[in-house]
Nanobody
Framework: QVQLVESGGGLVQTGGSLRLSCAAS????????MGWFRQAPGKEREFVAA????????YYADSVKGRFTISRDNAKNTLYLQMNSLKPEDTAVYYC????????????????WGQGTQVTVSS
């Protein structure tokens, strides 16, 4: 399995930016499609963005399209999520996940997860 550790969360005001990182262990990181999900208290975990293995196609939830950018650096075994124009609705714990599938936007497809990093956007 892949060990994942998220970082970069914090408290920002509306309109601010954050860059989340997900550090992965293992020598086969580039062969995994990677995804970002988020979960607010009392809510279900929801899809945010995904990037296919080897850094190809990228996908975004409609709620973040145009504001968030997912990327990966396979040489560093690291996944990123650049978040701009943040809104209070973006407040949640953000998780990164790994899947051997080419693409999946469902949390059930991802077997390996990090512990999450808290993002709080104040108004």
């Amino acid at each position: 399995q892949v060990q994942l550790v998220e970082s970069g969360g914090g408290l920002v005001q509306t309109g601010g930016s954050l860059r989340l990182s997900c550090a992965a262990s293992g020598r086969t990181f580039s062969t995994y499609t990677m995804g970002w999900f988020r979960q607010a208290p009392g809510k279900e975990r929801e899809f945010v963005a995904a990037i296919m293995r080897y850094g190809g196609r990228r996908y975004y939830a409609d709620s973040v399209k145009g504001r968030f950018t997912i990327s990966r650096d396979n040489a560093k075994n690291t996944l990123y999520l650049q978040m701009n124009s943040l809104k209070p609705e973006d407040t949640a714990v953000y998780y990164c996940g790994a899947t051997p599938l080419d693409y999946c936007s469902s949390s059930g497809c991802y077997s390996d997860w990090g512990q999450g990093t808290q993002v709080t956007v104040s108004s």
